[in-house]
């Protein structure tokens, strides 16, 4: 047997790594397994939010100076770009912590570098690794888990009596014990791409997402990378492929060879690392995160915001809630179905009135005429500019986007 423990995370990227650290933070024994051997690359945007700062700065705040320096590494990002389905475009900075104002709001680093930073933290004399260990079936004994795996090719098992599941999209324990099946309405198909010398990007690094027509309620995105690259990609949800059989690759490639807003700035661009693809699983429902033995955290337990695609920080404030539970239930020694739903409980109280508004606005910025107006609109006000901003870190201020009120003082123009 590989080991036999109390708590076992799988899975070493931003979910399962901050689980670790957090878990260190509070002096924890734990295993940590993860099947590749790092650093490992994970496709996605590389967008790094602000709630990732949130979560390092809670870990350690000089970790966000250390990235700040790294500037081969890290991008700091200042803002984001909005363009409406009809190309008018509007730039809204994010709002920056006033007693910190120096410190960058949010990051963009290839994830090869990101992941890597986040697991040369881990402690190792509180978490044993193991890397190239998969995790192939899990199975209920008693009161445990018998983990199956696969270290270098050969068959071994293992032991725990808790496992935080942080393996990703396919997690095998959601797959297994919570009966997690892709659903295709709650779940986005995602391409990205790295390009070299795309022009016009934002002075102050700016994310861009171009609403395009054919990608709503997903979109086409440029984010800038450090050394004059920039990761682009589309991503669209699961159901609309398979009802309009689209292609995604395609509407990738035209946009940027044909999209009067995109391609000119792709005139002397460069692809330096091929299209490739993954999915996201949403959080645009409520899924059972727990059962006897176990916690999903992460995609494996569908967070992904449903609006902006954002996972990392879900992934990783989900990972902090688990972390944070795991000294009571290990103090009562109980990992019951029962025992465990306090942490679906403080998850969804934490996150759902954020992932339920952004799914309302998923299906908003289906109606095209409304995203343009509405784009319009903040273009030619400044007041709801500084409205638009504060809606990045203020949920209240967010939550107004449901009210049909708010359209109609839009049109009204008060
Ligand atoms: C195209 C695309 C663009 C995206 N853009 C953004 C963005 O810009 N910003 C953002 O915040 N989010 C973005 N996301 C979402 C983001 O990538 C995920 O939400 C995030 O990676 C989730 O982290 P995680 O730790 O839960 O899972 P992962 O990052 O997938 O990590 C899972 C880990 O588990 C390991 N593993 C998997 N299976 C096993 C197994 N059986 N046994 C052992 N180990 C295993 C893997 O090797 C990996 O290290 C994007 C996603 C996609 C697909």
């Known amino acids: 047997m590989l080991f036999d423990t109390d708590i076992a995370i799988v899975g ?24 590749a ?17 949130g979560v390092l700065e809670e870990l350690n705040p000089k970790w966000i100076e250390e990235m700040q320096a790294d500037e081969a590494h890290f991008l700091d990002s200042w803002g984001v770009r909005f363009v ?16 910190l104002p120096e410190r960058a709001p949010g990051f963009i680093s290839k994830r090869i570098h990101f992941d890597q930073f986040l697991f040369s933290k881990i402690d190792h004399s509180i978490a044993k690794v193991f890397l190239r260990t998969e995790l192939k079936k899990v199975e209920r004994e008693g009161q445990a ?3 199956h795996l696969t270290q270098n090719g050969k068959a071994l098992t293992a032991r725990t009596r808790l496992l935080v599941a942080a393996e990703g999209d396919r997690s095998v324990v959601a797959r297994q014990l919570a009966g997690y099946r892709m659903q295709r309405p709650y779940y986005y198909a995602g391409l990205r791409a790295y390009y070299e010398n795309v022009a016009d990007l934002h002075p102050q690094n700016f994310i861009e997402l171009h609403f395009l027509e054919e990608c709503l ?5 440029i984010f800038p990378l450090p050394n004059n690259q920039a990761n682009v990609g589309v991503g669209i949800l699961s159901s609309d492929i398979k009802k309009r059989k689209l292609n995604i690759k395609k509407i990738m490639l035209s946009a940027i060879e044909n999209n009067p807003t995109i391609k000119e700035r792709f005139k002397n661009a460069r692809m330096i690392d091929p299209i490739k693809g993954w999915g ?44 944070r539970l795991i000294p009571q ?23 759902w009135s954020e992932l339920s508004l952004s799914a309302t606005l998923q299906k908003l910025v289906r109606i095209r005429w409304l995203f343009n107006f509405v784009i319009k609109r903040i273009n030619s006000n400044p007041h709801l500019q500084e409205t638009f901003s504060t809606m990045f870190n203020d949920l ?15 049109l009204l123009n008060l």
């Open 37 to 53: 051997e790092f650093p490992r690359d994970k496709i996605c945007g590389d967008g790094l939010s602000g709630k990732v700062v």
């Open 217 to 221: 309620p997903g979109y086409f995105w």
């Open 145 to 147: 888990l018998i983990l």
């Open 12 to 35: 070493a990227g931003p979910a399962g790594s901050t689980a670790s650290l957090f878990l260190a933070k509070q002096n924890i024994a734990h295993v940590i397994i993860d099947k």
């Open 84 to 99: 409406a389905p009809n190309g008018e475009a509007i730039d809204l900075p994010f709002r920056i912590n006033q007693s």
């Open 329 to 351: 239930f290990l103090e009562a020694g109980d990992f019951s179905a029962r025992a465990l739903k306090r942490y679906d409980a403080e998850v969804y109280d934490r996150m």
């Open 396 to 410: 209240d201020n967010r939550a107004k986007l449901r009210s049909p009120l708010f359209y109609l003082r839009l």
């Open 280 to 323: 996201l699983p949403l959080g645009t429902v409520k899924h059972p995160l727990s059962g006897d033995n176990y916690l999903l955290v992460g995609d494996a337990g569908s967070l992904i915001d449903p609006f902006t695609g954002e996972g990392i920080g879900n992934a990783m404030f989900s990972a902090r809630i688990a972390a």
